[in-house]
């Protein structure tokens, strides 16, 4: 009985020292991460943000490698096929985990099988921003001239199932309007196009829509979240223009492989938090208009499985496929 005691004492023992031994020795050499868009998007430009500040606080470089294509799902699978060391993360956001599920017939990396998730780090509102020539001043009159100009109002956006796309389909769904959906390859595309007035009507993360609101250069008319953005106070919800329940935030975070050990998880966790507790990143954010947003990898696994639902019944509504 003392053997088998002393036995069970000396693994435990032993587990206890790997565990920590490899925390400890993690990380000692550069780590790359996965970002599967193009670089200068708010997906880009907000992970380089995150992880300028991680690998000053890890001691190690973080480098991003941009692998675009495939609404996400090349960078991704990357990501699925790595190592599972640490030494190999990714960016995982509202379109790679929850959007494309709806979007696409034959997925090829499964959520809860293929993917480490480690936790979320943002999220951004959309602003509905219009051509200025439109002869409507707030969302009320868009949505009445909206219904007295059935499919005449084109929409913009960067590509079929971007949150782009899916938020003006989720605005027509809940105000009984019909606009003609534009798509382009690539937000920037579809930006320029909006203030040459080829498109009239754009739904776009605050880091692209922003600039030329603020600019002039487009006319603001509402933001997407439930409350105003901090980075836009004066511009108006949806839900306080009369849509009342609408909500569209875009949300991101950090990604691996399958099967990473769960003490690199909790350490690339942590120093992910503390990055975006961090005054650096939190005024780099604010001028991109974002807004750090860190959680737990069961939260952000939850929310993903929650986004996943509520937006199949958008696109179903909509129609949209990515095939």
Request: hydrophobic share 40%; charged share 20%.
């Amino acid at each position: 009985m003392r053997t088998r005691t002393f036995l069970l004492s000396f693994v435990a023992a032993a587990a206890a020292f790997v565990s920590s031994h490899s925390l400890a020795a993690y990380p000692d050499k550069p780590i790359r991460l996965v970002v599967p868009s193009a670089p200068g998007g708010a997906p880009d430009v907000l992970m380089r943000s995150l992880a300028q500040q991680m690998s000053v606080q890890m001691g190690v470089p973080i480098v991003i490698d941009n692998k675009p294509g495939g609404s996400y799902v090349i960078g991704t699978m990357d990501v699925v096929k790595a190592a599972p060391d640490g030494y190999t993360l990714g960016y995982g956001n509202i379109v790679s985990l929850a959007t494309n599920r709806g979007l696409m017939s034959n997925i090829p990396y499964d959520l809860d099988k293929d993917l480490t998730l480690i936790g979320n780090s943002f999220k951004v509102v959309n602003m509905m921003i219009v051509n200025n020539d439109l002869p409507v001043k707030n969302v009320k009159e868009l949505i009445a001239y909206a219904k007295k100009n059935p499919g005449k109002i084109a929409f913009g956006s960067g590509g079929n199932g971007t949150t782009d796309h899916l938020g003006v389909e989720l605005f027509k769904s809940m105000t009984g309007t019909h606009l003609l959906h534009v798509p382009y390859k690539g937000t920037s595309s579809a930006l320029t196009d909006l203030q040459g007035g080829q498109i009239q009507l754009m739904m776009s993360n605050t880091p692209l829509a922003g600039p030329p609101a603020q600019a002039g250069r487009v006319r603001p008319l509402a933001v997407s979240s439930r409350t105003r953005s901090p980075s836009y106070p004066d511009i108006p919800t949806l839900d306080e223009a009369g849509v009342k329940g609408f909500e569209v935030i875009s949300w991101g975070g950090l990604i691996g492989p399958p099967g990473m050990p769960k003490d690199i998880v909790e350490r690339i966790n942590k120093e992910m938090r503390a990055a975006l507790a961090s005054q650096a990143v939190k005024d780099r954010y604010k001028v991109l208009g974002a807004e750090p947003d860190p959680s737990s990898p069961e939260e952000f696994r939850e929310h993903a499985r929650r986004e996943t639902v509520k937006w199949a019944q958008v696109i179903k509504f909509s129609g949209a496929k990515v095939d």
